[in-house]
């Protein structure tokens, strides 16, 4: 009873110091705010896929839109732990960005704004990642650009960061001790939920509708390897090595080889990268890689350039059959954004059900094309991609190179019902 009665009260204890502190700090915001041009936001040091924050701060910094320019913005480190996700790619931001120093104080303080859904003091530049994002955060930076302005940063075609020439030599090694060239191989990613346990911050199972079975890739793959390519599996945390065994597909994950550097230099030089709508893939997004989006639970990265995606199937049991993406769109996309997500599935019947190998497959095909210039569009895909773009909506910032991948959407024409 005492031990009960002892965690209630420490309960309360903590939650009253939050407000004492929250309501002490408030004042001093306001000044900054109204009396400066100072403005902050927040870096993650412990999920590197949360940094599409940094990204499109870059893109919008870039190009100087109007309603940004006359700020000078800081950044909060924000982490779960004390080590950094890839110290390299944070070592290339603090060159590009002002980044405060990293202290548990900065990071008590951001999340107890956050955690009263406060986000007045901080821009929230991830939350035009996502369409998602932009439809339910009518705050977003989005709403104060110009149609100009979203058309030149969902088509920015230029790299965010640059390597150092220890990294560019370290790379240039390493792709001579697999007998590879730039270029001339792929990176490939499928989410599992190692990482997200491997931060400590309680289960992650609600994330685990995101994962993909990286076995679904070997046909694909292998397509490649006959091409010629190199394939080398990325990924700081993973949880089993690959099952299938071919000298060109190289499980640089769990081989021993993998560090921050070659991460980086990988992502920059691989033809393209295959992966899905997750961390892994923002190297090659601050690179402006070509990127192959693999079983996306919703719409994700439309600013991606001469990338492509499919997406993952809803299907109902009630109605005996998978979801428009209509459906999907007005009925599943805000309690998508809630940890309860896979409950509210299971309590309404519906099941995610992953891409076939032979659709990755033929995914696979169509982006190596896309890549040689040796594709043929379709004419009823392209009607059917317009379609999909109309139900998709307005509000979201769409690289004109960024398109559902073709196979996919000819042979799941559900989605545009």
């Known amino acids: 009873m005492f031990k009960y009665l002892k965690k209630i009260l420490y309960i309360f204890f903590y939650q009253f110091l939050r407000i004492v502190i929250y309501y002490s700090l408030l004042p001093i915001f306001i000044l900054i705010k109204f009396l400066t041009n100072y403005r902050f936001s927040w870096v993650d040091y412990s999920r590197i896929g949360n940094n599409l924050n940094i990204l499109l701060f870059l893109r919008l910094n870039n190009l100087r839109v109007e309603s940004l320019k006359k700020y000078s ?99 240039n090694e ?86 921050d550097k070659l991460d980086l230099f990988l992502s920059k030089y691989c033809t393209f990268f295959l992966g899905g709508s997750n961390g892994a893939t923002i190297f090659a997004e601050f690179f402006n890689k070509p990127i192959l989006y693999i079983n996306c639970e919703l719409l994700t990265q439309t600013w991606s350039n001469n990338s492509i995606f499919t997406l993952k199937k809803f299907f109902s049991v009630k109605l005996g059959r998978n979801l428009s993406y209509r459906e999907i769109i007005n009925d599943l996309e805000e309690e998508s954004r809630k940890k309860g997500f896979v409950n509210y599935l299971k309590n309404q019947q519906i099941k995610i059900m992953d891409n076939t190998s032979d659709e990755i497959y033929e995914a696979v095909k169509e982006m190596e094309l896309k890549i040689k210039n040796k594709f043929i569009p379709n004419i009823e895909a392209k009607k059917l991609q317009d379609n999909f773009w109309k139900i998709a909506g307005k509000d979201l910032l769409k690289s004109d190179t960024f398109n559902i991948s073709e196979s996919f959407i000819l042979s799941n024409k559900y989605l545009v019902n």
């Open 73 to 171: 913005f800081f950044f909060i480190p924000i982490f779960y732990n004390k080590i950094k996700a890839n110290n390299t790619f944070f070592d290339l931001l603090d060159k590009k960005i002002k980044i405060l120093p990293q202290t548990q104080f900065l990071n008590f303080f951001f999340n107890l704004f956050t955690s009263r859904n406060d986000l007045s003091f901080f821009y929230n530049f991830q939350s035009m990642a996502l369409p998602a994002g932009i439809k339910f955060d009518k705050n977003s930076i989005f709403y104060q650009l110009n149609d100009s302005e979203k058309k030149n940063i969902s088509n920015y075609n230029k790299k965010l960061i640059e390597l150092n020439d220890e990294i560019e030599q370290i790379g």
């Open 174 to 259: 390493y792709l001579k001790s697999i007998n590879a060239e730039k270029n001339k191989f792929i990176c490939f990613h499928a989410r599992d939920n190692s990482y997200g346990n491997n931060l400590d911050i309680g289960n992650q199972e609600y994330q685990s509708l995101r994962n993909t079975n990286i076995s679904s890739y070997e046909k694909g793959l292998n397509y490649l390897v006959k091409k010629n390519y190199k394939c080398i599996r990325m990924g700081a945390v993973v949880q089993n090595k690959l099952s299938f065994n071919d000298n060109s597909i190289i499980d640089y994950a769990t081989n021993g080889d993998r560090s």
